[in-house]
């Protein structure tokens, strides 16, 4: 199965807010609302930043958020920080019990 | 807390086997999540292997499932990968973790397998 579809960079202004998508099928985005997203820094392993399409994890900031429509899940990050460069996945369940990733965006603080 | 750590060879010669362990420290692996891994190539995405549970059911990722081995041992705690007839493209930091109802929660550091010819 294809991995989900990711734009590879995003970049924005400090305080800027920026959305990153996340593209896939009605048998995975589109048909569970099993959508989580990662960060990940150089070197090290990835960070749950949202489960279940919208939800945060206990210690993440509520500058980040998620939300789903139709077949593509999507990340925003208001108040865009120096902190927040990094690479985000997203990911899903699909109707095969299988977790599939999408191909990682680079986000850049301008 | 929980914490996940990878231990295994860090080169594998082209079309041997790898096999890799991850000792699970802090709390039980027989809890209601799944114990998966994940691998990354070199500057490269995410790539999910593969799951189990402590029961024994498995889930893999149909594009190397005639490769991949996923197993638990319940009495060391720990649970275990084998993908066999590796090549180069196998080349990857390999990552344990556990899945729960927040997403991929808990991970181990990685660790890096070179596939040498």
């Known amino acids: 199965q294809s991995a989900l579809t990711q734009p590879a960079s995003v970049s924005g202004s400090p305080g800027q807010s920026i959305t990153i998508s996340c593209t896939g099928s009605?048998?995975?985005?589109?048909?569970?609302?099993?959508v989580s997203w990662y960060q990940q820094f150089p070197g090290k392993a990835p960070k749950v930043m949202i489960y279940?399409?919208?939800n945060r994890p206990s210690g993440v900031s509520n500058r980040f958020s998620g939300s789903k429509s139709g077949n593509t899940a999507s990340l925003t990050i208001s108040g865009l920080q120096a902190e927040d460069e990094a690479d985000y996945y997203c990911s899903s369940y699909t109707g095969s019990s299988a977790l599939l990733f999408g191909g990682g965006t680079k986000v850049t603080v301008l | 807390q929980v914490q996940l750590q990878e231990s295994g060879p860090g080169l594998v010669k082209s079309s041997e086997s790898l096999s890799l362990t991850c000792a699970v420290s802090g709390g039980s692996i027989s809890t209601f999540n799944w114990w998966t891994w994940v691998r990354q190539p070199p500057g490269k995405g995410l790539e999910w292997l593969g799951e189990i549970y402590h029961s024994g059911n498995t889930n893999y990722n149909q594009s190397l499932k005639s490769r991949v081995t996923i197993s638990v041992d319940k009495s060391k705690n720990q649970f275990s990968l084998r993908l066999i007839s590796v090549t180069a493209a196998d080349t990857a930091v390999y990552y344990c973790?556990?899945?729960?109802?927040?997403?991929?929660?808990?991970w181990g550091q990685g660790t890096l397998v070179s596939v040498s010819s």
């Open positions: 973790a556990r899945v729960a109802r927040n997403g991929v929660d808990i």
């Open positions: 009605n048998n995975d985005i589109g048909g569970y609302n099993y």
């Open positions: 279940e399409v919208s």
